[in-house]
């Protein structure tokens, strides 16, 4: 086979997955073990068998008969029995003149005929550890991770053969790593699909409600048809905010490319002050507060970073205490080359229960009592503290919370600094 065919069928069987009808066959010829999987062409339903075992080498065409030698067993059996035929002839062949030519042929026969015992056991003995990491490594090929416990493994490794099993071993770890990550990427995806579809559902079935409501007849009475088409307004503008939440956090998932530059880290928390003041209504308290007077240069993405500040400041406004007693304080510092943004609120707190899933999607936590927000329920999509936590990693830095229970939240994150 060609280079580029060889290319071509690896890269052929990388699509493949094994057919559901069929169960993955091993089948032993002789000494050397098989395993042959059934796979499909997912773009053909084409079905085609591939072996774990690779099926060129010396033994491809040999007939059955000589197959067996083929393996490792017979062929050290070989060598040990040729040397040990050509060490009994040069000893009979200096002994000649001493014995009778009988006497030497049965001496000669007999050292043979133990020395291949010997050779024998002592091959089998050898070669034992090695057959037991050859089945293990067959179980492990077909997805039965749990045989890992048949590894001969010695620590510290006393030979190849242990070096071999160690190095399977930490295979197998990697494996199973990987396997329990992809479980829990499933299951996240699976909780968030449905709470997506949830949230998406609410508003569809408002609108629709609404709808029903103006067909009924309450188009005619101006007064409702205008309270109705607010509600319908308010409930299309919630699903469009979830709906690019979403899609915000699909984006951060695929790790898509940030449009990086240098960032002033002073006037963008400026700029977030300056709108988070904008959208306060109760007259609360909202400041910037510089620890330190270093530079704080950012090599980021300035319309991440904007969102960042604005998901932060809008949960303290949300959830911290409201009116001319509450206080929301943006602070910036720095420390280590890292820059450190803290927003402090000093609303009611975040019980125990919920602090450690609040940046979990749709996770929304209990209610704080009426007088922290003067009795209005917070609305929100529950995606705020997940895009904050997505943009940061993004960024390679770090978000966490502290609250304590009536004097407040306060959330920092730090990101590398470039000046």
């Not at 060129?56 to 040397?83: C, E, I, K, N």
């Not at 494996?175 to 909780?191: K, N, T």
């Not at 079935?205 to 205008?226: H, N, Q, W, Y």
Request: charged residues 25%; proline residues 4%; glycine residues 8%.
């Amino acid at each position: 086979m060609s280079e580029p065919q060889a290319i071509g069928a690896k890269e052929q069987t990388r699509t493949m997955r094994p057919y559901e009808g069929e169960q993955k066959e091993v089948s032993i010829n002789g000494d050397t073990p098989r395993i042959t999987l059934r796979l499909a062409n997912p773009s053909t339903n084409q079905l085609v068998e591939r072996s774990l075992i690779a099926a060129g080498g010396p033994g491809r065409d040999a007939p059955p008969w000589l197959r067996p030698f083929f393996s490792l067993r017979v062929q050290l059996m070989f060598t040990y029995t040729l040397v040990l035929v050509l060490v009994v002839i040069l000893i009979s062949m200096l002994t000649y003149k001493q014995a009778s030519s009988p006497t030497i042929v049965l001496i000669t026969l007999g050292v043979t005929v133990v020395g291949i015992g010997l050779a024998y056991l002592l091959t089998t003995l050898l070669l034992r550890p090695l057959w037991r990491v050859t089945d293990a490594a067959q179980a492990i090929a077909i997805g039965d991770l749990k045989q890992r416990d048949r590894l001969p493994l010695r620590l510290p490794p006393q030979d190849e053969v242990d070096r071999l099993a160690g190095s399977l071993n930490e295979m197998v770890t990697r494996l199973e790593h990987a396997e329990e990550m992809q479980r829990a990427s499933e299951r996240r995806f699976q909780r968030f699909f449905s709470d997506a579809s949830h949230q998406l559902r609410t508003p569809l079935t408002s609108i629709r409600g609404f709808t029903e409501v103006l067909m009924r007849g309450a188009k005619d009475d101006p007064e409702t048809a205008l309270r109705v088409l607010k509600r319908m307004k308010s409930e299309s503008e919630r699903m469009t905010s979830l709906i690019n939440d979403i899609l915000t956090l699909a984006r951060l998932d695929e790790h898509t490319a940030l449009k990086k530059q240098y960032v002033n880290l002073v006037e963008l928390a400026t700029e977030g002050i300056e709108q988070a003041k904008g959208r306060n209504k109760d007259g609360r308290t909202i400041t910037l507060k510089r620890i330190t007077q270093k530079n704080t240069g950012l090599q980021a993405d300035k319309e991440r970073l904007k969102q960042l500040l604005f998901v932060l400041l809008d949960n303290a406004l949300k959830h911290g205490r409201a009116g001319t007693n509450g206080i929301v304080t943006l602070q910036l510092d720095k420390h280590d080359n890292q820059a450190i943004i803290r927003v402090i609120d000093n609303g009611e707190g975040i019980s125990k229960e919920d602090m450690g899933h609040i940046f979990d999607s749709f996770y929304r936590g209990h209610q704080p009592a009426a007088a922290v927000n003067g009795g209005i329920p917070v609305v929100g999509t529950g995606l705020g503290l997940t895009i904050a936590a997505a943009i940061v990693r993004a960024h390679n830095g770090t978000i966490s919370a502290q609250s304590e229970s009536g004097k407040g939240t306060e959330f920092t994150v730090t990101l590398p600094c470039i000046d």
